[in-house]
């Protein structure tokens, strides 16, 4: 009996060792398990002694310090890897936790590799004396983004507030309005007011209101986004102009959300007023300037063609009984009083072209500069002189203004010559490009009179300034203004002009006007754009 009870007892110590074996393996097996689960997630454990003093750490802890095998350790070792303001709050709170059971949530920053922990604790009670045990994360990517998003929303905030533009967002199921910070300023609502939809179509009138709802109802039918320009009053008084977009949400075939922006435009809209009241001030002002020349100009033009009646009336009568020096008298008189005829139809042409804007219409510089030459056929067969044109191209422009340009031009080459030769004078034009894939056209008006001085290159176009000769010693003939004709002609059409001359050798203008219709095929590019 004695050997079947030992029998028995061993049995029964070998089932209680497979027992002890299995649930060993058990918890070494729900060990493992927590450690993959806290690596996956990478939130390790920790849990001091009854002191504080020492602790023990997960796997996953000792890698997220960098603390190499976990296990316990003095928790000095953990604190020296935080920041010392951080290390001394949380002995702080693990003592706090010790002593009264106060749960904490800490985050702190790192020394070794900046970054930023998050480590949360309580009091435990399982064994005789309470410990404090809990968890710790590397939250360093999470803070990065959430200061990055706070960094951003400042950014958005400052933007919004600079360019005086508001969101808002309204939610139909649960009926509730949102405002950015910028529409509460907008709209006059102490910030961080509860404001409601009805609390916003309140500030506008009953017809502006309705063109509100019938707005959003339609976009809310048809799908589509709106845009509405409005005059509320402001929760705080003030009548103000604003500009809102929005748009509505759908959702499996509901619309669930509208959400627009809106935008504070009562500045922009009172200087735009007063930009048009300005421009219409400007334009009468232009109409009464216009009526003034017209009337100035015939006022001006009687007495000189008087004078000059009278002056071939005299001639015509009395010739025979002046002398010599009577009758130069006489006809310098009338060649003034037709210096000033001519000086007063150049004033009212440039008046003209400064207050009338140019028309965009095609011209065929071909057959214009054949016109302008058969006007001025008389003064080159006078001056003995020969006229080239090149193949010219078709622009867009004033007829009337272009024509003024090429007279002016060409009179003045052939005006202008050289007492020793013939004139000899070329009109040519040529595609170039000052930007790449921007193409001009260049007008070049070429002549070999008595050119001028290159300092004078941009003078010459100077109302009322006639140059020297070369030889610096008879003032060259002309009005003064023709040249400022041409610069204000080409300037209105968005172009440039600029001259180059040698005295005594001839010169060189260059009109250039933007190419506002494709070139013809084959027509030559100037890349370079020189001369």
């Known amino acids: 009996s004695l050997l079947l009870l030992a029998l028995a007892g061993g049995a029964r110590r070998r089932r209680a060792s497979d027992w002890l074996a299995r649930a ?5 097996k729900d060990i493992e398990s927590l450690e993959r689960m806290s690596a ?19 796997r996953e802890s000792a890698r997220i310090i960098g603390l190499g095998d976990p296990g316990p350790r003095p928790l000095s070792e953990l604190l020296a890897r935080l920041t010392p303001d951080c290390a001394e709050l949380l002995r702080d709170a693990l003592e706090e936790c010790l002593r009264h059971g106060t749960p904490f949530e800490l985050r702190a920053g790192t020394v ?65 309005m949102t405002l950015t910070a910028q529409s509460y300023r907008i709209y006059g609502f102490a910030p961080d007011t509860p404001v409601s939809f009805d ?23 048809e799908g589509t986004s709106w845009e509405l320009e409005l005059s509320p009053t402001t929760a705080d008084g003030r009548r103000i102009r604003v500009r809102g977009f929005g748009e509505a949400e ?8 509208l959400f627009g922006t809106l935008q504070d435009t009562t500045e922009s809209h009172v200087a735009a007023e007063k930009l048009q009241e300005a421009m219409q001030s400007v334009a009468q002002r232009n109409a009464e300037i216009q009526q003034f020349t017209f009337a100035a100009s015939h006022d001006l033009q009687e007495p000189a063609r008087k004078v000059q009646a009278l002056g071939s009336l005299l001639l015509a009568r009395y010739g025979a009984q002046l002398d010599a020096a009577a009758r130069d008298c006489v006809q310098r008189m009338q060649r003034s009083c037709e210096r000033m005829s001519v000086l007063v139809d150049d004033v009212l042409a440039f008046s003209r072209i400064a207050l009338r ?35 010219l191209p078709q622009v867009a422009g004033d007829p009337l203004q272009i024509r003024r340009l090429l007279q002016n031009l060409l009179a003045n080459a ?54 020297h000769s070369g030889n610096e010693e008879a003032l060259v ?28 050798v001839g010169a060189r203008f260059i009109v250039e006007l933007p190419l506002r219709t494709p070139p013809a095929a084959g027509a030559m590019v100037d890349s370079a754009g020189g001369a």
């Open 24 to 28: 060993s393996a058990r918890r070494q």
């Open 40 to 58: 996956m997630s990478r939130i390790g454990a920790w849990e001091t002694d009854a002191t504080g003093e020492r602790i023990v750490l997960s």
């Open 112 to 176: 070794a590799a900046p970054g930023t922990l998050m480590l949360r604790g309580r009091q435990v009670t399982d064994s005789a004396e309470p410990a404090v045990a809990g968890t710790l994360q590397d939250v360093t990517e999470q803070v990065a983004q959430l200061q990055t998003q706070r960094r951003n929303t400042e950014l958005l905030e400052r933007m919004s507030r600079l360019a005086n533009i508001g969101g808002w967002e309204y939610d139909l199921q649960k009926r509730s």
């Open 199 to 221: 609390d916003i179509t309140r500030l506008y009138a009953p017809e502006d209101a309705k063109r509100i709802f019938e707005t959003i109802d339609r976009a809310a039918r």
């Open 250 to 257: 759908r959702v499996a075939g509901r619309v669930r959300r």
């Open 357 to 391: 804007p140019a028309e965009a219409r095609t011209v065929d510089l071909q057959s214009t500069v054949a016109e302008v030459a058969d006007d001025l056929e008389s003064l080159i067969a006078g001056s003995g002189g020969q006229l080239q044109i090149g193949t």
């Open 414 to 467: 052939f005006r202008y010559r050289h007492p020793d030769r013939a004139p000899e004078v070329t009109v040519s034009a040529a595609l170039f490009q000052p930007e790449p894939g921007i193409p001009w056209w260049r007008l070049e008006v070429d002549d070999n009179g008595v050119g001028f001085d290159a300092r004078h290159a941009e003078q010459i176009f100077l109302p009322f300034v006639r140059l």
């Open 477 to 504: 003939q002309g009005s003064g203004i023709g040249l400022s004709i041409v610069r204000r002609i080409v300037e209105s059409h968005g172009g440039r002009v600029r001259a180059e001359g040698r005295p005594g």
